[in-house]
């Protein structure tokens, strides 16, 4: 059973720093790619950034661009997602969702396709406002 929770969410003024963490339980880790994705109220869910399981990562999103950074630990089986400037606009709540990769080419890539990804953290909450 896969599990993935999420964690370092908060409330910050615009312009601070948050470094969320997803940490994954079950599953061999190295073997997962992993997807940030957010939601604000009213919104459709969006993809942020996402991580292969050989550290390719992909920005899905313009306004995140030289401001967030996504990583991963396989020691710690852990993906973090490092914002910084943070602006008012970024207030959502931030998922990450994990999928196995199930050729040897998808060890290499990661998807900004919500339906791609098998399992889903119940979300955390990041409030930019100052």
């Known amino acids: 059973q896969v599990e993935v929770v999420e964690s370092g969410g908060g409330w910050v003024q615009p312009g601070g720093s948050l470094k969320l963490s ?7 880790f190295n073997y997962y790619s992993i997807g940030w994705f957010r939601q604000a ?32 630990d ?10 910084n400037d943070l602006k008012p606009e970024d207030t959502a709540i931030y998922y990450c969702a ?5 050729t040897i080419d998808a060890l290499y890539v990661c998807s900004g396709d919500a339906s791609d990804y098998d399992h889903w953290g119940q979300g955390i909450e990041v409030a930019v406002s100052s």
């Open 22 to 28: 997803c940490v994954q339980s079950g599953g061999t």
């Open 41 to 72: 109220t009213g919104k459709a869910r969006e993809a942020v950034q996402c991580i292969s399981s050989h550290e390719t990562t992909r920005t899905h999103l313009n306004s995140v661009k030289g401001r967030f950074t996504i990583s991963r």
């Open 74 to 83: 396989n020691a710690k089986n852990t993906v973090f997602l490092q914002m």
């Open 98 to 102: 994990a999928v196995v990769a199930k």
